[in-house]
């Protein structure tokens, strides 16, 4: 009877911990409320847990296969990559084709770049908070209202329901990263 009473009592605090920890991060605060250096880690743990490296890092080759360049970490597809010749007939059967770096993608709708997403100017250095909210949540090309949509594969609508502290987090955090210089090629659509 103690041992089960322990264990209950022993998870009913852990529970009441866990409750309170959590109704008292700084995720539930309003932005305005959240020290900046929080910020800044909490975009980066979201970055690096959503993959946007994935795409918007190009790679190096090793041993182990493809791994992010440090050097050019959230940079985007490279402008001096020299693109492979289309294989047409892939699309017309379908397929979408991948840059080697996963920083290009060739479908039936064009070829898209992955965005250079550094604090440099050539990146989202001049954007505002607002304009990476419509980027993310409504996929428009440099997050303005008016501009084309944004090509897959970018998941934007996975992040249209994102809240307001992440989406801060994430732009805090981008907006801190080393900035590098690349301007990303236009994307060439073919609707």
Not at 29 to 43: A, Q, Y
Not at 103 to 114: K, N, R
Not at 122 to 131: C, V
Request: charged share 15%; with cysteine.
């Amino acid at each position: 009877m103690k041992k089960t009473f322990f264990i209950f009592s022993s998870l009913f605090f852990t529970a009441g911990i866990v409750f309170i920890s959590c109704t008292g991060s700084e995720t539930s605060k309003p932005v305005s409320e959240i020290n900046n250096d929080s910020l800044i880690k909490r975009g980066e743990y979201l970055v690096a847990t959503i993959g946007c490296g994935d795409c918007h890092s190009p790679k190096v080759m090793t041993a182990m296969g493809p791994v992010p360049d440090t050097a050019r970490l959230l940079s985007g597809h490279r402008s001096d990559a020299k693109m492979p010749p289309v294989n047409e007939a892939a699309l017309k059967e379908g397929w979408v084709l991948f840059y080697p770096e996963n920083t290009a993608m060739v479908s039936p709708l064009g070829i898209s770049y992955a965005a250079n997403i550094t604090s440099d100017s050539t990146g989202i250095g001049n954007w505002t908070f607002e304009q990476f909210t419509i980027a993310m949540t409504k996929g428009k090309y440099k997050g303005i209202e008016s501009n084309r949509n944004l090509l897959p594969p970018m998941p934007w609508p996975n992040f249209a329901n994102m809240s307001n502290n992440d989406l801060k987090a994430i732009y805090t955090f981008l907006k801190s990263t080393k900035p590098v210089k690349n301007v990303v090629p236009a994307a060439q659509i073919n609707l």
